[in-house]
Each structure stands twice: as C-alpha cells, then as structure tokens.
C-alpha cells in the first residue's frame, strides 16, 4: 500500500491500477470508499484509460486496422510506476510499451497525481503525447464511495446534491452501449434520493449534466462529502446490484453509441491531444 496521510486525513493507494482504496477521516474515524468486497463489485476507483465504457463489439477500427479493447480499457489493470512527492502527494506514471501497441496503437505518459489539503483529496489526469502523431484517447474517474457511511444507517437515508441541476436527462444503456432513448428524473430542489433500484438497469448515464460539484448528504447527521469535477463533459452514477456503494464518475469521453461505425475518430468524446503536448483534468471531494 501507498499512504499519504495529514492531520486530518489518511488515504491509502494500490499500484495496480493507480488505485485509490481508502480514505479515512482520523478524527471522526469514518471510512467513505466502498471496501472491494467480491461478491458485488471488486474494484473501489479504477482509473479508465484510453476508453471509457465499452466498445461496440469491443472493438475499433484506426487507419483501417482494427483493434480489440475490453470495457474502460487496460490502465486499472496494469502496475503504475509511483513517486511519493511528500507525505501529502503521490504520482503515479504508466507508459505504453510493445504490450499496448497490441490493442492500443499510440505513444502516451499517463500521470495520475494525487494531493492532500486539508480534509481534501485530489486527483489530476495528466496525459502527455510523446509521439509525433495525435493522441486519441478517453479518460475517466470511478470512485465508489460507501453509502451508508456508519453501519446503523441505510441506503435510503442518502441523497445526491447537485449544485446546478434542477432535473436530469440520462441516456439509456443498451447491452452497454448508449441507447437513442434518454429518460428524465425529476430532482427535489436538486435532491436525487439513493435507493437500490435506481440502478436496476445499470449506471445513470448523463450527456448534458450542467452541475460541476455534487454532495453526498443524508438525513441523519451531518456527514457526508461534495465533489467537484470542472470540465468533465460526461458524468455516470451507478452501484452494483444492493451493494452498498455509490459511484460517482467524471468522463472525458464515453461508451459507444449503438449506432457508431467503429472508426476511433467518430468516437462521440474523444480527446485529440497533438504530438508533445500535455492535457490536464482534475476532480477533488472534501469530506466532512
């Protein structure tokens, strides 16, 4: 394990993956990421790289040759080289090699950094293009956070506050694809209320998500977190199946529409990044 840890927090990471696995409030002593437990879901925040979602028959076609790539890509599921910067910040690199260009043809440096301040966490993508042609490329976050956060609360004491949404429009997911239907949900002065069968039918998905910080709340005590996402496009909440978990994930790029051609370059969100450039994104949730 890789700990960063300050007066008020205590975080913990995996190398697979780049994997944030634990975060600790010292003084209230509450735990708010989502355990891995197997028999629900055995992951508590990949990191998607180079897609987001799924493929069309989990494949695509670049400069006529086609590519095959599983769901979220292969990031979560490699080793990260890590450097530890202080007691408070960690960065972890991965890099393409012989294995990648199988499934992935592109040069890439993918940084994920990581910085405590405060009762704050951060996590900055950083992409750097080392090649000399563009970079395509999808990012995203999947933190699964722990709902409830204190064993004698339920589920359906939480709730979803979004900072500038006052109704949503979610976007069907068909076969893990998006679907052409989208579905509206009626938000309680910006309130989504949590309970299992919100995700019955798989993740909300959301192309047109207007709130740039959402606050998990619940009803009996003050407890909770916000997170913020600026300049993520696309946003998804899901949880397993009646596990006890929310995710809350923003996206810059998103799975395949049914109806897409496969070509990587009609690929709805993807990142263009030009040779010897670096792109940056930034989510952070401050827990409380």
């Keep these: 394990m890789i700990l960063l840890e300050n007066?008020?927090?205590?975080?913990?990471?995996?190398?697979?993956?780049?994997?944030?696995?634990?975060?600790?409030?010292?003084?209230?002593?509450?735990?708010?990421?989502?355990?891995?437990k197997a028999e629900f879901w055995a992951k508590t925040s990949p990191v998607l790289f180079p897609i987001v979602g799924a493929l069309k028959n989990d494949s695509y076609t670049y400069k006529n040759k086609k590519y095959t790539l599983g769901r979220h890509g292969f990031a979560?599921?490699?080793?990260?080289?890590?450097?530890?910067?202080?007691?408070?910040?960690?960065?972890?690199?991965?890099?393409?090699?012989?294995?990648?260009?199988?499934?992935?043809p592109f040069k890439f440096n993918l940084g994920i950094r990581y910085k405590l301040s405060g009762a704050s966490l951060s996590c900055t993508y950083e992409v750097f293009n080392p090649g000399t042609e563009d970079l395509l490329f999808s990012i995203g976050g999947h933190p699964a956070f722990a709902v409830p956060l204190k064993e004698q609360e339920q589920y359906s004491d939480y709730y979803l506050q979004f900072n500038k949404d006052e109704a949503l429009e979610a976007n069907k997911i068909a076969d893990n694809l998006i679907a052409?239907?989208?579905?509206?949900?009626a938000l309680d002065e910006g309130k989504l209320a949590l309970n299992?069968?919100?995700?019955?039918?798989?993740?909300?998905?959301?192309?047109k998500i207007k709130s740039d910080q959402i606050a998990l709340l619940n009803t009996k005590n003050a407890h909770g977190?916000?997170?913020?996402?600026?300049?993520?496009?696309?946003?998804?909440?899901w949880s397993a199946r009646d596990a006890d978990f929310v995710c809350l994930e923003p996206w810059c790029g998103i799975a395949d529409a049914v109806h897409h051609d496969g070509q990587l370059l009609d690929k709805e969100g993807v990142e263009k990044l030009l040779p010897q450039k670096t792109w940056k994104r930034k989510w952070e949730l401050a827990i409380f």
């Design 7 to 36: 007066e008020n927090v205590k975080v913990s990471f995996v190398q697979k993956g780049a994997e944030l696995r634990s975060l600790i409030h010292k003084t209230t002593k509450i735990e708010y990421m989502w355990p891995a």
């Design 76 to 104: 979560r599921d490699l080793d990260f080289n890590f450097e530890q910067i202080s007691a408070s910040e960690v960065l972890f690199t991965l890099e393409d090699t012989a294995d990648t260009w199988i499934n992935y």
């Design 180 to 185: 052409d239907e989208t579905t509206f949900i």
């Design 196 to 207: 299992h069968a919100l995700f019955y039918e798989d993740a909300l998905v959301f192309k």
């Design 225 to 237: 977190l916000h997170f913020s996402f600026k300049d993520f496009p696309y946003f998804g909440i």
